[in-house]
């Protein structure tokens, strides 16, 4: 399986960008998928998840009512919806599946299997 992230770039702050990851060498409509971000110094911290179907969506507490994931299992693609972009939001941005089927959700970085190469976002002030 491949991830491949796009849609990164720079923006000012109170902006918006929407991320993409398609994934190919395997549908994953029925796996969980997220984006995990890492800025400069720091550890890679869990986004935003969604569910295999659609149904359920989970995010940090850091982007509650900002960002938006969805999915669109027929394209084999996860979005990640980013508004109101502060300057804190600066990251590589990378999409993850969960290996197993009809899994739950998980917030922890080593329960995901595959991984995009990242895509940055700079939020400028």
């Known amino acids: 399986v491949q991830l491949q992230a796009s849609g990164g770039g720079l923006v000012q702050a109170g902006g918006s960008l929407r991320l993409s990851c398609a994934a190919s060498?395997?549908?994953?409509?029925?796996?969980?998928m997220a984006w995990f971000r890492q800025a400069p110094g720091k550890g890679r911290e869990f986004v935003a998840a969604i569910s295999w179907s659609g149904s359920g969506t989970y995010y940090a507490d850091s982007v509650k009512g900002r960002f938006t994931i969805s999915r669109d299992n027929a394209k084999n693609t996860v979005y990640l919806q980013m508004n109101s972009l502060k300057p804190e939001d600066t990251a590589v941005y990378y999409c993850?599946?969960?290996?197993?089927?009809?899994?739950?959700?998980?917030?922890?970085?080593?329960?995901?299997?595959?991984w995009g190469q990242g895509t940055e976002l700079t939020v400028s002030s």
């Open positions: 060498g395997r549908t994953l409509s029925t796996n969980v």
């Open positions: 993850a599946a969960r290996r197993r089927t009809f899994s739950g959700i998980s917030y922890d970085t080593s329960e995901y299997d595959y």
